[in-house]
């Protein structure tokens, strides 16, 4: 296979059949393996039943998308924007190679963390970052991006809005129940916490107003949540709707 063929096999844009290339098709699903199994590796059971299967499936994914990575580096230059060393150069900074180099660095980062269980196991973690990967062969992303860009003011808006409920309820909370709970509303920074949870209708119920006044702005905050959280998933669901039409009509 030459350049320009592995070129058009791998980059999605240059393919110009209905869906993916063979060889494209093949790394989603190899993406949605390593995911899995850097998932299923977290399972301290699991590992101890098959202590070096999950090495050695790493070191075969990392094989994979090493080479994947190199063969994208090198096919590149069929593309005009990254054509010679300066086009790779700039290639090499692009949003979606740097998620792909993101994919391979956690595991040559893991030889140097052995001796740290906390950064062994955010490398780990970051494995599973190789789904956003898969972005690069969706449109849904792009649509995505197109639609919050188009309605960056509407969510700034809503954003602004949910903000200042948040600091009126955290102050109405702590001027109302202070006195009674100090350790929970002692402070505005304090009852923000109860505000978020509150807001955002997870209710954790950790901590509870009990004074009448507490209640009744409990009550108030409660029910706006519902409307606030609602509004930018509304912004989002017609911008994403308006993005997908754009682009099936072009």
Known sequence: MNKAELYHQLAPEAWHEKGLSK????????????SLTAILETEPTLRAMAPGLFTALEAIFIGVFTLEYLLRLYAIGEDPRYRGVTGRIRYIFSFWALVDLLAI???????????????????RLARILRLARLGRFSQAWSALASAL???????????????LLLLFSSCCLYVVEAAAQPE???????ALWWSI???TTVGYGD????????????GITAVAGIGIIAMPTGILA?????ALQNKHSS
């Open 184 to 190: 929970a509303f002692g402070s505005v920074p304090r």
């Open 197 to 199: 949870a509150t807001l």
């Open 238 to 242: 017609a911008a994403f709707s308006d």
């Open 149 to 163: 860009k188009s309605r960056t003011h509407e969510l700034l808006l809503s954003a602004g809005v949910a903000g």
């Open 105 to 123: 660095l956690p595991f040559f980062l893991g030889f140097m963390s052995h001796n740290n269980a906390f950064l062994l196991r955010l490398l």
């Open 207 to 218: 901590v509870t107003p009990i004074t009448a006044l507490g209640k009744f702005f409990a």
């Open 23 to 34: 060889l494209n098709q093949l790394i989603c699903v190899l993406i949605l393996l390593a």
